[in-house]
């Protein structure tokens, strides 16, 4: 499971990454900053966020969470040396996973994050079945196949939803997040571009490095920052 660390004090974080590759958790970003943190948790989108509440002196933590339940629906664990009843009411109003006292118990940590997993699976209704070649996308009472080798990209609709793209010109959609989506499919061949955007690597016609856009029959689709440099690994210049 992949895992945002908020957290504006630099020994606490320590303790907390230490603790996180302990349990074997894969952290995929930290910041001290509301503004950037919220900015990339939208493009990295983690299945959990390790949310301070006090960044900077201030109760930021919990207003930033707010936003991010809002847009993300990201499940929240918060962290915090505060054991005073009106934080912890006002954070309530988020319903974190957990709110763990510093510093941070192995123990607690561990059990909030598996019940963020758990909860993160049951959240997930998927609508696409997989096997090693194909999906099998439910329509109805009909499931309709579809070669994953045909499939050039999948943008996500809406918080809960995703539409995949094939080289036919058709389009389906899925009750599923992209990240979500991306899981399903095979990660060798499929690679995530965007917060909004996961494509089929073997359909790429072009990059365009000036306005950060990819090329696909005929699609552009769009790459974010925070992605650019897995994409780049790909990509071999001569």
Not at 16 to 32: A, H, K
Not at 166 to 194: A, C, P, W
Not at 209 to 233: C, M, N
Request: hydrophobic letters at 40%.
């Amino acid at each position: 499971m992949t895992v945002y660390v908020v957290e504006d004090e630099v020994f606490q974080l320590e303790d907390i990454l230490i603790t996180l590759e302990t349990l074997e958790y894969d952290v995929i970003g930290t910041s001290d900053d509301p503004f950037e943190a919220q900015e990339q948790i939208g493009e990295l989108q983690p299945e959990v966020v390790l949310m301070d509440i006090h960044l900077n002196g201030k109760q930021a933590g919990v207003a930033l969470a707010k936003r991010l339940v809002e847009s993300h629906n990201i499940p929240i664990i918060f962290t915090s040396s505060e054991k005073g009843k009106d934080v912890i009411i006002e954070a309530a109003e988020v319903s974190p996973i957990a709110y763990l006292t510093k510093p941070i118990n192995e123990k607690d940590l561990r059990a909030a994050l598996l019940i963020a997993e758990s909860k993160t699976s049951n959240v997930q209704d998927f609508e696409v079945t997989s096997s090693v070649d194909e999906l099998f996308i439910k329509n109805g009472n009909k499931l309709i196949k579809v070669l994953i080798s045909s499939i050039l990209f999948a943008h996500t609709d809406t918080k809960n939803y995703c539409t995949i793209v094939t080289d036919e010109g058709k389009k389906y959609s899925v009750r599923n997040s992209i990240l979500g989506l991306h899981k399903l499919l095979n990660s060798e061949m499929f690679i995530q571009t965007h917060r909004s955007y996961i494509i089929n690597w073997k359909k790429v016609d072009s990059l365009y490095e000036s306005d950060q856009t990819i090329d696909i029959k005929g699609y552009t689709v769009p790459v974010g920052r925070t992605f650019k440099a897995q994409l780049y690994k790909k990509i071999n210049i001569v």
